[in-house]
C-alpha cells in the first residue's frame, strides 16, 4: 500500500486551485494527481508515531465526543472508592462475588434491551414477560410435573413469543414500539397473575435445575483461573487471526506490540476477578452464564451479516430498506431476542429467591434493565452500542445497590441516586453525538 504521498499533494475538485492544477497537468499532457490515491488511513498515521500517536488519537477521539466505555469504567472506579471508604466490606471477595452474581438477571435482560435500542427503539415490557416466563416454568414443573428441562425450554419459547407478537404489531401492523410494549407490560403481568392461580407464589426445587443458576459455585480454584485463561488466549488468538487477515487483504492491521498490550490489559481484570471468586465460594455459575451470552451476542452484532443489518436500520430504516434489507423482519427477530433474553433473566431472578410469585417481573426491573443498557454505553437515539455495555451497566446498577445495603440507606435513595446517573449517562451520550456531527464523525 502506498502511503508516501501526503494529502496536501493531492489534486481534487474540491479545493481551491484544483481545476487550475487540472488544467495545468493536461496541459503539460500528464495526468493529474488522484486524490483518491493519495488518501492516508489515519490509523496508519496512528500507529506509525507508536505510543504518543495513540495517545494523540485517545485524546482526539475524546475531543470528538467518541468516549466509548470511558465514562461508565470511571464511574465504576469512583462508585468503588466512595462506597470502600464508607464501608471497608464493599471491596471485600464476598461482596464483590455476591454482587456480580446479583447482577446476572439484571444484565441477561439488558442484553436484549442493548438490541431493541440500537433499533432506536424502547420495549417496556421485558419485566412482565420475564415474570410470566418464571409463572409458566414453576406451573409446568410444580405444578404439572414437567421435566425441568422441557419446562425451561418452553418458558424461553414463551418469552421468545412474547418478544415476536410485540416485533409484529411494530413492523408489519405500525403501531409504535411503545405503545405495543406498554401493552404487553398490562397484559403479560396480568397473564403471570392468571397462571400463578389464587395462591400467587409457587416455590421451586431446591435441588433443580432453575435452582442452580444462582446458588451454584465451581469450588475447585483452577476453573476460575482456566477460564480467565480461556478469554485471554481466546481474545490473544482472534486478535492474531484478525491481523493475519488485515494483511492479506492489504488493509491497516494492528501491530503485534498493541495486540499483546491489549492482551494484558484485558488479564489483569479478568485474572482479579477469578482471584477474587476463588477467595469466597469460587466461580459462579450465573457469571460463567452471562458472560457466554455477553460474548456470544457481541459476535452476533460485530461479526455476523445480522448484527450488521440491526445497526443500518438503527440508523437509518429507510437507507436500509433501500440497500435491501428486510428491515420488518429485523425489527420482528430483535423484539423476539430481547423476549427471550427477558425469559432467561426472569429465570435468574425466580433462582434468587427460588419461587415464582406476583412480584416477579415487578418493582424497579424494567427501569433497571433500560438503565443498565443506556448507563453502560448504548445509545438511547439508535445506532450504537454493544452488549458489554449491559455487563458494564448492570455492574454499577448493582454496585449503588450494593453499597447503599451496606450503608442502611432506604430504597428511596437508593432510587434517587440510579436516576441522577441514568440522567448522567443519557447527557453525556446527547453531548457526545453534538460534539462528534460538529467534528463531522456522525
Known amino acids: 500500500m502506498n502511503v508516501s504521498k501526503a494529502p496536501s499533494e493531492a489534486g481534487g475538485s474540491g479545493r481551491p486551485g484544483s481545476g487550475a492544477a487540472e488544467k495545468g497537468a493536461a496541459e503539460n499532457g500528464t495526468a493529474a494527481p488522484d486524490a483518491s490515491v493519495a488518501t492516508v488511513d489515519p490509523r496508519l498515521l496512528v500507529r506509525q508515531k507508536g505510543f504518543a500517536g495513540y495517545l494523540e488519537d485517545l485524546l482526539r477521539r475524546l475531543r470528538t465526543g467518541e468516549l466509548g466505555s470511558v465514562p461508565v469504567i470511571v464511574g465504576l472506579l469512583v462508585i468503588g472508592a466512595v462506597f470502600q471508604l464508607q464501608d471497608s466490606a464493599f471491596l471485600s471477595s ?35 414477560v420475564s415474570g410470566m416466563s418464571a409463572a409458566v416454568l414453576a406451573v409446568l414443573n410444580i405444578n404439572h410435573g414437567m421435566n425441568e428441562v422441557l419446562a425451561v425450554l418452553l418458558a424461553l419459547l414463551t418469552g421468545m413469543a412474547a418478544g415476536a407478537i410485540h416485533g409484529f404489531f411494530f413492523a408489519r401492523i405500525g403501531v409504535p414500539a411503545f405503545v405495543v410494549t406498554l401493552a404487553g407490560l398490562l397484559g403479560w403481568n396480568g397473564l403471570m397473575l392468571q397462571i400463578l392461580g389464587p395462591s400467587g407464589t409457587i416455590n421451586l426445587d431446591d435441588d433443580g435445575l432453575v435452582a442452580h443458576l444462582t446458588n451454584y459455585y465451581f469450588a475447585d480454584k483452577a476453573a476460575a483461573m482456566g477460564l480467565a485463561t480461556v478469554c485471554v488466549l481466546a481474545f490473544l488468538g482472534f486478535s492474531l487471526l484478525d491481523q493475519r487477515r488485515r494483511k492479506a487483504a492489504d488493509v491497516p492491521s494492528r501491530p503485534l506490540s498493541e495486540i499483546l498490550l491489549r492482551t494484558v490489559v484485558l488479564a489483569v481484570p479478568a485474572y482479579v476477578a477469578a482471584a477474587v ?54 425489527r420482528i427477530t430483535v423484539y423476539a431476542i430481547a423476549g427471550t433474553m427477558a425469559a432467561v433473566g426472569g429465570l435468574f431472578f425466580a433462582s434468587q429467591i427460588n419461587a415464582a410469585n406476583q412480584s416477579s417481573g415487578a418493582g424497579s426491573l424494567l427501569m433497571n434493565c433500560i438503565a443498565a443498557a443506556v448507563i453502560g454505553g448504548t445509545s438511547l437515539f439508535g445506532g450504537r452500542g454493544k452488549t458489554w455495555s449491559a455487563l458494564l451497566g448492570a455492574l454499577v446498577i448493582q454496585s449503588i445497590n450494593s453499597g447503599m445495603a451496606l450503608l442502611g440507606t432506604g430504597s428511596a435513595l437508593r432510587d434517587m441516586i440510579t436516576g441522577a446517573v441514568l440522567l448522567a449517562a443519557v447527557v453525556i451520550d446527547s453531548v457526545s453525538r453534538r460534539t462528534q456531527k460538529t467534528a463531522g464523525r456522525a
Open 94 to 128: 464476598n461482596n464483590l462475588s455476591d454482587l456480580f452474581v446479583q447482577s446476572a438477571g439484571t444484565g441477561l435482560i439488558a442484553v436484549g434491551i442493548v438490541f431493541v435500542l440500537i433499533l432506536g427503539e424502547i420495549d417496556l415490557s421485558v419485566g412482565s
Open 277 to 330: 471468586f476463588n477467595s469466597y465460594k469460587g466461580l459462579p455459575l450465573a457469571v460463567v452464564i452471562f458472560l457466554g451470552v455477553v460474548v456470544i451476542g457481541d459476535f452476533v452484532l460485530r461479526r455476523t451479516s445480522y448484527g450488521r443489518q440491526v445497526f443500518a436500520v438503527g440508523g437509518s430504516s429507510e437507507a436500509a430498506g433501500r440497500a435491501g434489507i428486510n428491515v420488518p423482519m429485523v
